[in-house]
């Protein structure tokens, strides 16, 4: 199986700054695309970032400007660096890895974080 485990999460004034990371483990043999989706109480999960094995990258409108998505291929890992933050940013973040492994069979899916809180105070 593929774990993927988010971390960085908390509670933030608004202006101020998080750093969120997410680590894929298990039987993996290539990562493809990573990314950030969110989802706030009563509203449905929205795309926040996306990139590529490669380094490309893509950011909803809300976020351009304020966040960077990065990624170290070496630990499997994504990142989120998120800047002058808002209360509308208020949401669970969560990452998504799509995943080639061999459990239980040769296969390449979207594995899933749990998710991680982020609260920006006003």
């Known amino acids: 199986q593929v774990q993927l485990v988010e971390s960085g999460g908390g509670l933030v004034q608004a202006g101020g700054s998080l750093r969120l990371s997410c680590a894929a483990s298990?039987?993996?043999?290539?990562?493809?695309?990573m990314a950030w989706y969110r989802q706030a109480p009563g509203k449905q999960r929205e795309l926040v970032a996306t990139?590529?094995?490669?380094?490309?990258?893509n950011y909803a409108d809300s976020v351009k400007g304020r966040f960077t998505i990065s990624r170290d291929n070496a630990k499997n890992t994504v990142y989120l660096q998120m800047n002058s933050l808002k209360p509308e940013d208020t949401a669970v973040y969560y990452c998504s890895a799509n995943t080639l492994t061999d459990v239980p069979v040769v296969r390449r899916y979207d594995a899933w974080g749990q998710g991680t809180q982020v609260t920006v105070s006003s």
């Open positions: 990139i590529t094995r490669g380094g490309g990258t």
């Open positions: 298990g039987r993996i043999f290539s990562i493809n695309d």
